[in-house]
């Protein structure tokens, strides 16, 4: 099956289980579901925010599509398609080696979360931001340094500092060291692991509106992972929301952010602060329980232990992606679009 002619990246039905071990030797004694049958598209050009609490799987999206989860963690078991139109083609990533996925590397790129150990501390910032251009270009000496040094004047710092090193920077210089990096092959893609979360407030918005910037002027696709809904809503044409593996709710990013469909979305979003103490706060939603270990998970909807309006028959089966109004979707056949929450 050919991909859409829009989309850069198509993920299918991508599911990713964790082997737990115990015993004397070691024995698979269960396992967990970190990835539980994801479908996503990522249009050309478009930023698409991946976002949900902590272990929800959506960092472990991010490493499987671009191919490092089975050679850093060789027993995890990984099913399903990263299909990428790259200059030579549609590629399906998971279906590569490690050889044959070293010529690849320089499309897809990847910003960590945490500048201050993402970036090796023996090397200057120059050296740094040159090391994927040994690798994955074939430009000169001369060329690779010139690069350098542009790079670093497009995420805001100087070509003369690229002889020093990482912990002569703060962590939001060192973040555009690592945006540097990224943009060292011209890819076509960039995962953002949570490039925000390790920084200061103030420091955040001046990271995203870079990311922004940049985005237009090398025609690049953001996949950007963050827990934070405010913080994707700037950023993103269209959001995902996940919950123990699963999305959730799907749509543009306004709408998600304005007018969430799901319960789940609902109580994320009403989490938000209020940055305007004149503005009336929304009322808090507040979920009871406990979210489900992904050892265990709850049969049916993985949301339903938890859910305002479970029913029975949630039990039965995962709900799938419906189209609640244009280009929205949600997982779950009981709730419709409603009114803008305010």
């Given at each position: 099956?050919?991909?859409?002619?829009?989309?850069?990246?198509?993920?299918?039905?991508?599911?990713?289980?964790?082997?737990?071990?115990?015993?004397?030797?070691?024995?698979?004694?269960?396992?967990?579901?970190?990835?539980?049958?994801?479908?996503?598209?990522?249009?050309?050009?478009?930023?698409?925010?991946?976002?949900?609490?902590?272990?929800?799987?959506?960092?472990?999206?991010?490493?499987?599509?671009?191919?490092?989860?089975?050679?850093?963690?060789?027993?995890?078991?990984?099913?399903?398609?990263?299909?990428?139109?790259?200059?030579?083609?549609?590629?399906?990533?998971?279906?590569?080696?490690?050889?044959?996925?070293?010529?690849?590397?320089?499309?897809?790129?990847?910003?960590?979360?945490?500048?201050?150990?993402?970036?090796?501390?023996?090397?200057?910032?120059?050296?740094?931001?040159?090391?994927?251009?040994?690798?994955?270009?074939?430009?000169?000496?001369?060329?690779?340094l010139d690069r350098v040094a542009w790079l670093l004047e497009k995420v805001g710092?100087?070509?003369?500092?690229?002889?020093?090193?990482?912990?002569?920077?703060?962590?939001?210089?060192?973040?555009?060291?690592?945006?540097?990096?990224?943009?060292?092959?011209?890819?076509?893609?960039?995962?953002?692991?949570?490039?925000?979360?390790?920084?200061?407030?103030?420091?955040?918005?001046?990271?995203?509106?870079?990311?922004?910037?940049?985005?237009?002027?090398?025609?690049?696709?953001?996949?950007?992972?963050?827990?934070?809904?405010?913080?994707?809503?700037?950023?993103?044409?269209?959001?995902?929301?996940?919950?123990?593996?699963?999305?959730?709710?799907?749509?543009?990013?306004?709408?998600?952010?304005?007018?969430?469909?799901?319960?789940?979305?609902?109580?994320?979003?009403?989490?938000?602060?209020?940055?305007?103490?004149?503005?009336?706060?929304?009322?808090?939603?507040?979920?009871?329980?406990?979210?489900?270990?992904?050892m265990n998970k709850p049969s049916g909807c993985g949301f339903r232990t938890r859910?305002?309006?479970?029913?029975?028959?949630?039990?039965?089966?995962?709900?799938?992606?419906?189209?609640?109004?244009?280009?929205?979707?949600?997982?779950?056949?009981?709730?419709?679009?409603?009114?803008?929450?305010?």
């Amino acid at each position: 099956m050919s991909m859409k002619p829009e989309n850069i990246l198509e993920v299918r039905d991508l599911k990713v289980k964790f082997p737990v071990t115990g015993g004397l030797l070691l024995r698979k004694v269960a396992e967990v579901k970190a990835v539980d049958g994801v479908d996503l598209e990522l249009k050309r050009g478009e930023t698409l925010g991946l976002v949900g609490e902590s272990g929800c799987g959506k960092s472990t999206i991010g490493k499987a599509v671009i191919n490092i989860l089975k050679f850093s963690s060789p027993d995890v078991d990984i099913t399903g398609e990263v299909w990428v139109r790259a200059d030579e083609g549609e590629i399906d990533f998971l279906k590569l080696s490690r050889h044959e996925m070293r010529k690849h590397r320089g499309f897809i790129q990847m910003i960590f979360q945490d500048p201050y150990s993402s970036l090796n501390a023996r090397l200057t910032v120059g050296q740094i931001i040159e090391e994927p251009m040994l690798y994955h270009t074939d430009l000169s000496k001369s060329q690779r340094l010139d690069r350098v040094a542009w790079l670093l004047e497009k995420v805001g710092l100087q070509a003369e500092q690229s002889k020093r090193y990482p912990h002569e920077f703060s962590g939001g210089q060192r973040q555009r060291i690592g945006i540097a990096r990224a943009l060292a092959t011209n890819p076509k893609i960039i995962v953002a692991d949570e490039p925000v979360s390790a920084l200061d407030v103030s420091i955040q918005a001046q990271v995203i509106n870079l990311l922004q910037e940049l985005q237009g002027e090398f025609d690049l696709s953001i996949l950007f992972v963050a827990h934070d809904l405010s913080v994707v809503e700037h950023i993103s044409s269209r959001i995902a929301v996940m919950y123990l593996g699963n999305i959730v709710e799907l749509g543009p990013g306004k709408d998600i952010y304005h007018n969430p469909i799901h319960p789940y979305s609902r109580a994320l979003l009403s989490a938000v602060p209020v940055p305007n103490p004149k503005k009336k706060k929304k009322d808090r939603v507040i979920l009871t329980g406990d979210v489900p270990t992904p050892m265990n998970k709850p049969s049916g909807c993985g949301f339903r232990t938890r859910c305002p309006i479970a029913r029975a028959e949630c039990a039965q089966a995962a709900p799938p992606l419906e189209a609640k109004s244009e280009g929205h979707f949600a997982a779950c056949p009981y709730v419709t679009a409603g009114e803008a929450i305010s």
